[in-house]
């Protein structure tokens, strides 16, 4: 873990979400302390992009219990702006198309008034954007172009938190290698006067951690987060067992 101070950054505390009629969080209870960076695991269906959605705060997500808290702030009736000027990042699944506003300009506004085009240059490099700076946002990208133009937002964005849905899926090997390095840079980079940033991390495959060093593996398990342990012990026996005996594994913490 980072040395970064341990006071929480991000609380979850017995979360009840439903969407629709029916209920898909059931009391999760979750802390990420600064500098700290999570992985999240768990079957299909299971509720894990829908704790990010609640936490980002998309329409659709009703919350009939409980409370996130960010830096302290309580973030019931925030919209989802105001919750990024807070410092929360999101790198979706499938990133949303745009279409009539250029890469280079959403890079732009992310990055604030301090953003410079020596930035925007560093990014270009670093992401191999030169083909996609111009063009209309995730029109015609594909899924490896997608996640490199939203590594690129998040960047400049340099969030406190990052929540990252499934940043592997859709995405080749040497993609996953360029956005696995962009994650690494943003997850590491120090905050001035603070300790280094923090992450929740949505995978199925693992892959990822190849590249991001995590401190504790979570898996949401019927609507709750069954255990916790080191995210690639947790990896390896869901790979051998599966979900149903993995939470109830010597691996997991409760």
């Given amino acids: 873990m980072s040395a970064a101070s341990t006071s929480p950054l991000l609380q979850v505390e017995d979360l009840h979400v439903s969407v629709g009629d029916r209920e898909i969080l059931r009391g999760v209870d979750l802390i990420i302390a600064e500098g700290e960076t999570h992985v ?14 609640t936490i980002v705060g998309l329409p659709g997500y009703r919350v009939t219990g409980g409370r996130i808290l960010f830096k302290g702030t309580d973030l019931a009736g925030l919209e989802i702006d105001e919750r990024a000027r807070l410092g929360i990042g999101v790198a979706f699944q499938r990133p949303p198309a745009v279409r009539g506003i250029k890469l280079k300009q959403l890079i732009e506004v992310a990055g604030g008034d301090d953003f410079s085009e020596s930035d925007m240059a560093d990014l270009v490099g670093e992401l191999s954007l030169e083909k996609m700076i111009d063009r209309d946002v995730n029109m015609g990208f594909s899924g490896g172009e997608m996640k490199r133009s939203e590594m690129a937002q998040l960047l400049a964005q340099a969030p406190d938190l990052t929540l990252f849905d499934e940043p592997e899926s859709g995405v080749d ?3 996953i290698a360029v956005v696995g390095g962009a994650m690494k840079r943003l997850l590491k980079a120090e905050r001035v006067g603070k300790g280094t940033r923090s992450g929740l991390i949505v995978t199925h495959t693992g892959h990822i951690l190849e590249y991001v060093n995590a401190d504790i593996g979570h898996v949401l398990y019927g609507g709750k987060l069954a255990c916790k342990g080191n995210p690639l012990d947790l990896i390896g026996e869901i790979g051998k067992h599966g979900y149903d005996k993995c939470v109830e594994c010597a691996v997991c913490q409760r």
């Fill in 173 to 175: 090997l040497d993609n």
């Fill in 40 to 53: 999240l695991l768990g079957p299909n269906g299971g509720g894990k992009t829908t704790l990010l959605n």
